[in-house]
């Protein structure tokens, strides 16, 4: 699990490349490893709209900051609900499919945030 320690920082719309982009700059200089970067905005597909960064703290932690404007984390609030659902033993694939709809619904009223396509997604 890569999530096990995981950071969630806000940022708006016009600012969120600029403060991920800051963010993996100070952690690199202070000697963490960036073990990838996951931008979610990416693939048009999925429903849950993010930047993900994986490092490694210089003692060898692992840990996840995950990159959200305040609208993009109300929608992974309201989609966790669903997606947890759709995670249920014996759910039938008729209700799977409409808690993933709902889940895609959701998430199509976001904004794009300024430049999101500049932040490329990576791993080492």
Known sequence: MSDLVRYTQLSNQDNIVENV????NKLSISGYTIVEVDNKYLNSKKPYKAVHIQAISTNGQSFEIQFHTPESYDIKLKNHIL????RKPGITKERKKELMQQMK?????LTTPKDIAKLTSWSN
């Open 21 to 24: 982009t800051q963010t993996i």
């Open 83 to 86: 997606y947890q659902e759709a």
């Open 105 to 109: 619904n959701n998430s199509y009223v």
